[in-house]
């Protein structure tokens, strides 16, 4: 299994963009799919968006006109872009790596990393 | 969009067995996959396919999953079992991901 980190900012402004990075250690990009799930204060999973080695994405319907989830070149981590944040947007967010096969589920999970949306 | 409703919390002794659902409109037509989250931890893939358990985790986990229910059975608890759960299912149609609401466990 690979394993996972969450990075980016901890802190950010109303209306601004959200933006955080998933490294991945112990395999590449390339042979992976990749996930973003997120976690508000005391409440529970929602997914995000995923997106296939291949290249293919999805996204969570609430969320769609609002998220963007690329690979970097780098073949060593993807990202996620959240626009036009509220305080609804605090959260911890959780980068995954997807196992998509006659269902899809989560099989490697970051530690986390908490983002809080104030001025 | 798809439902998964499970129960806020479930209670048990030390020792007995543990059971949490996760309802579903035709659920046993659909993979049914179960994660377990500790406080200030990252979730952790416990069950999978309905049944099937990742390596590492105890027999003592079970998972079964027919007409509306999914269920989540945890045999002998104790003490380190206390978390939160949370059931999980991808639509078939829309290949979108769907959580239950989670369901904490708590060990008396």
């Known amino acids: 299994q690979v394993q996972l980190q969450e990075s980016g900012p901890g802190l950010v402004k109303p209306s601004e963009t959200l933006s955080l990075t998933c490294t991945v250690s112990?395999?590449?990009?390339?042979?992976?799919?990749w996930s973003w799930i997120r976690q508000p204060p005391g409440k529970g999973l929602e997914w995000i968006a995923y997106m296939f080695y291949s290249g293919t994405t999805n996204y969570n319907p609430s969320l769609r006109s609002r998220v963007t989830i690329s690979l970097d070149t780098s073949r060593t981590q993807f990202s996620l872009r959240l626009t036009s944040v509220t305080a609804a947007d605090t959260a911890t967010y959780y980068c995954a790596s997807l196992y998509a096969g006659n269902s899809f589920y989560f099989d490697s999970w970051g530690p986390g990393a908490l983002v809080t949306v104030s001025s | 969009s798809y439902v998964l409703t499970q129960p806020p919390s479930v209670s048990v002794a030390p020792g007995k067995t543990a059971r949490i659902s996760c309802e579903g409109d035709?659920?046993?037509?659909?993979?049914v996959h179960w994660y377990q989250q500790k406080p200030g931890q990252a979730p952790l893939l416990v069950m999978y396919?309905?049944?099937d358990r990742p390596s590492g985790i105890p027999e003592r986990l079970s998972g079964s999953n027919s007409g509306n229910t999914a269920t989540l059975t945890i045999s002998r608890v104790d003490a380190g079992d206390e978390a939160d759960y949370y059931c999980q299912v991808s639509d078939t149609t829309t290949d979108h991901v769907v959580f239950g609401g989670g369901t904490t466990l708590t060990v008396l």
């Open positions: 112990g395999g590449s990009t390339d042979f992976f799919n």
């Open positions: 396919y309905d049944k």
């Open positions: 035709s659920i046993g037509t659909k993979n």
